[in-house]
């Protein structure tokens, strides 16, 4: 693999887990797998960078190859004339970070490339859970957005200034809650309490917190439907969607892929949806912190993240949306998924007819039975075709169901 060098050339920097400022060693197959499917979407095949703190040295990996069709017959490619994710993709130059963060930025000035992205101390504000939580209270006049409480480092110091605050919300919310990260993914570093205590690992576990920057403090959540808005930001215009999705979660909150329905029409372009009845509310809200986000300075990619939830009101439930949970500032698996969604649909029908259906991306495949079940492996009998992307040895899973 070449360097970056002085050209105008495409660096990608593989921080995957900066936010945390964690090892990512332990985690190194499922990062180096994501690299390959990051690396695959960009048009100008650009080299891919592993920062050492995270990679060893020497660190292996393998480029994405071609969408492996196992089941798809062969159709004719037409041209990408509106395309949702790779297009804009194209004319990314220079050093492009997952999160542009203060060390990319400094790995970019020792190279003397050109950082792609947004001010670090941007996405550092906006990427901040506390961002999308204060902004929440503004945007959907709701009881969920009331709730959480956002929490200092120094507020963390005594377990009673958390249970004080749990004890103002009403009696229902206080049965469970939970602490989390205020920079941070996929339920790590959580603390957990019950009927308005925490408990002694949660006491321990304050300090660690405080560490990391603060955390949001909130009721448990009995969710139903993980579910996300993908989005692109062009500095100085209006935010696009991409498309909603299903997020697939294990109950932890580990990411496993996502899934929902597709259209291409005459044209060419696609739509995404999740599919799901919340997706008018879901993309209203959305788009409004989106938007707060750009007038910030942020562009590029971002998602946020949503949930339906069963809201008990007496001995009734009803299922509730919580449209807006937090901001990714950065690019995403959703966004990943979208992608290679793109590229499947180009494979997957012929200029000029429209198509229209299902699709499920697996980022990996055998940890998503693991925690999801069988029944989550698309199977031809029942109509998915399915593409093999990513690393030949290691590949994640595309599958789609043609119904129109």
């Not at 959480?148 to 009403?170: F, G, H, K, M, N």
Request: aromatic share 8%.
């Amino acid at each position: 693999m070449s360097g970056p060098g002085r050209e105008s050339r495409t660096t990608l920097y593989a921080n995957f887990g900066a936010e945390e400022k964690r090892d990512a060693k332990r985690a190194g197959r499922e990062l180096l797998r994501l690299a390959s499917l990051w690396q695959g979407l960009f048009p100008q095949d650009p080299d891919v960078l592993l920062p050492p703190q995270a990679f060893p040295p020497g660190t292996r990996w393998e480029r994405a190859t071609a969408l492996g069709r196992s089941e798809a017959t062969a159709i004719s490619k037409h041209p990408d004339s509106s395309a949702l994710v790779a297009g804009r993709l194209a004319s990314a130059r220079g050093f492009v970070p997952w999160l542009p963060d203060d060390s990319s930025a400094d790995e970019s000035m020792r190279l003397e490339v050109e950082n792609w992205g947004p001010e670090p101390r941007t996405v550092a504000k906006v990427h901040d859970k506390a961002f999308a939580v204060r902004s929440a209270a503004g945007i959907a006049d709701t009881t969920w957005s009331s709730l959480p409480v956002i929490l200092a480092p120094q507020d963390l110091r005594s377990p009673q200034t958390i249970e004080d605050r749990v004890a103002e919300w009403p009696a229902g919310w206080r049965r469970r809650f939970t602490l989390k990260p205020r920079i941070g993914t996929s339920g790590r570093g959580r603390v957990s309490g019950r009927d308005g205590r925490l408990d002694d690992a949660g006491r321990r576990s304050l300090a660690g917190l405080a560490s990391k920057g603060g955390a949001i403090l909130e009721p448990w959540f009995d969710r139903v439907d993980d579910l996300s808005a993908q989005y692109w930001i062009e500095p100085g215009r209006q935010p696009e969607l991409l498309g909603t999705t299903r997020q697939l979660l294990a109950g932890s909150g580990i990411y496993l892929g996502n899934e929902g329905v597709f259209e291409v029409n005459a044209s060419g372009r696609i739509r995404v949806r999740s599919g799901h009845e919340a997706d008018p509310p879901l993309i209203d809200d959305s788009t409004r912190l989106v938007e707060l986000a750009a007038g910030e300075g942020f562009y590029g990619p971002c998602g946020v993240d949503a949930f339906t939830y069963r809201n008990r009101i007496g001995e009734e439930a009803s299922e509730s949306l919580r449209s807006i949970v937090e901001l990714n500032a950065r690019f995403t698996t959703g966004t990943i998924a979208l992608g290679w969604l793109e590229k499947a649909c180009r494979e997957a029908t012929s200029p000029g007819k429209p198509m229209s259906g299902r699709w499920r991306f697996l980022f990996a495949p055998e940890m998503a039975r693991k925690y999801l079940g069988d029944h989550v492996m698309p199977q031809r009998s029942e109509g998915w075709l399915t593409f093999a992307i990513g690393p030949r040895s290691d590949p994640s899973l595309l599958a789609l169901t043609v119904t129109g």
